[in-house]
């Protein structure tokens, strides 16, 4: 078995409180449910706003930078994310699928090492 990440794409202007709406919560629900039934959910989170993250680069003279914001600007960012414990890449890119459709947003399958 092997672990794969699958992350939620949100642009940065991206509101839930104006997006989502109860048949979403539940379709995002009723997957996570399946996956806790199917046995190959690891671990899952919902992540805040990018307005809220902060990024930390080393200088080349060794000193630690601390900024607001994410790490590269973008006008897309990681909103959520499972990790899953599947047999195979078609097998995560399948709960991949789901994903899209149950948060109705693009989705990003990666393998961890």
């Known amino acids: 078995m092997s672990q794969y990440l699958v992350a939620i794409h949100h642009p940065d202007d991206y509101d839930p409180f104006a997006e989502e709406d109860r048949a979403m919560e539940r379709d995002i629900d009723v997957l996570n449910?399946?996956?806790?039934?199917?046995?190959?959910?690891i671990f899952v989170g919902g992540l805040q706003p990018v307005s809220r993250a902060r990024s930390l680069r080393t200088?080349?003279?060794?000193?630690?930078?601390?900024?607001?914001?994410?790490?590269?600007p973008t006008r897309e960012h990681v909103a959520g994310f499972w990790v899953l414990e599947v047999a195979s890449l078609d097998e995560a890119l399948a709960w991949g699928r789901k994903a899209a459709i149950a948060c109705r947003a693009p989705v990003e399958v990666r393998p961890f090492y």
């Open 33 to 41: 449910e399946e996956m806790v039934a199917a046995g190959i959910r």
């Open 59 to 72: 200088q080349p003279d060794g000193t630690v930078l601390l900024a607001d914001g994410p790490y590269l």
